[in-house]
């Protein structure tokens, strides 16, 4: 069973960095249409930062020039690296493939990140 698992997450102040990572198990993301999405408490889920199958990239304008989206072909996997974060970036944060079909249909349990002020 194809499976996708984030990491990263945590507790960290206004203006601090994190680096989220999304794994899929047992196999790599390379050449995969990934997506990061959030959903802060009480709202509803949003987009974040996407990855073609060919690395093109688009970003949400909440964090064009903080985050970045990548690939680690190292671990075989798909990163979002957030700079400056702010308190109105705490959220859940979700990773999301373009698995069978050209939606995100296939998305890993969320991983928390909280920015204190």
């Known amino acids: 069973q194809v499976q996708l698992v984030e990491s990263g997450g945590g507790l960290v102040q206004a203006g601090d960095s994190l680096r989220l990572s999304c794994e899929r198990s047992?196999?790599?993301?390379?050449?995969?249409?990934t997506a990061w999405f959030r959903q802060p408490p009480g709202k509803p889920r949003e987009f974040v930062a996407a990855?073609?199958?060919?690395?093109?990239?688009r970003y949400a304008d909440s964090v064009k020039g903080r985050f970045s989206i990548f690939r680690d072909n190292a671990k075989k996997s798909v990163s979002l690296q957030m700079n400056s974060l702010k308190p109105e970036d705490t959220a859940v944060y979700y990773c999301?493939?373009?698995?069978?079909?050209?939606?995100?249909?296939?998305w890993g349990a969320g991983t928390q990140v909280t920015v204190s002020s």
């Open positions: 047992g196999s790599t993301l390379n050449n995969i249409a």
């Open positions: 990855i073609t199958w060919s690395d093109s990239i």
């Open positions: 999301a493939i373009q698995w069978r079909s050209n939606e995100y249909d296939l």
